[in-house]
Every structure is written in C-alpha cells, then in structure tokens.
Nanobody, 124 residues
Framework: QVQLVESGGGLVQAGGSLRLACAAS????????MGWFRQAPGKEREFVAA????????AYADSVKGRFTISRDNAKNTVYLQMNSLKPEDTAIYYC?????????????????WGQGTQVTVSS
C-alpha cells in the first residue's frame, strides 16, 4: 500500500510558477512509476507527466511540454512537478499517482494509488 499526499498548490497569476510536491509513505516508492494528473471543473481527469522508477525517463502531455518538469527524489520518497509559464487553462486539481508498472505509463487505469489532490488556480 502506498499513501500519497500532495502539497504546493495555490493561486498564481498567469506567467507565474508553482512547484508541487507529493510525499509517499512506505518503503516501495522507488519501485513505482509516478505520475501527475489534473482535473478541471466539468472535465475528465487527464495525464500531465510521468517519471520512471529511476527518474531517467519522463513523459509529458503536449499541453505542458516545455513548461512543466517532473522529477523525483527516491531518498525522500517525493515526486515534484515544477510548473512554469502557467496559463489560466492550467487551473485544475492536480493529483499525484503511483503505478506498479515497470515502464512509464500515461493512462489512468495503469495507476494503482492516488493522492487526494491539490488545487492550482491561475488567474489571467
């Protein structure tokens, strides 16, 4: 069992930056692919970014490529999402997720554990 707790959300102006963090419990963090997803009001939850177990491989949604960076610190059981050049359309609840997959995956159904989410609001 992996428990995930997100932090770092908030209100920011367009063009600004935020850094989200997701702390995981347990001793198996390094054995999980980690991902970030987001859900805006009235929309389905969508993939944002994912990172391999070692941190050597990443994947991004086209909408955030070049602006967001996912990273992880296995010694601290934490995954991060650095968000730069934020846009109003980035406004959503951001969720951290963990997958038992051995390769980077982007589909929601591959993820086994989810955090409760953190709100990110970008004002224009």
């Amino acid at each position: 069992q992996v428990q995930l707790v997100e932090s770092g959300g908030g209100l920011v102006q367009a063009g600004g930056s935020l850094r989200l963090a997701c702390a995981a419990s347990g001793r198996t963090f390094s054995m999980h692919v980690m991902g970030w997803f987001r859900q805006a009001p009235g929309k389905e939850r969508e993939f944002v970014a994912a990172i391999s177990r070692s941190g050597g491989s990443t994947a991004y949604a086209d909408s955030v490529k070049g602006r967001f960076t996912i990273s992880r610190d296995n010694a601290k059981n934490t995954v991060y999402l650095q968000m730069n050049s934020l846009k109003p359309e980035d406004t959503a609840i951001y969720y951290c997720a963990a997958s038992r997959s051995i390769v980077v995956v982007t589909a929601r159904n591959w993820y086994d554990y989810w955090g409760q989410g953190t709100q990110v609001t970008v004002s224009s």
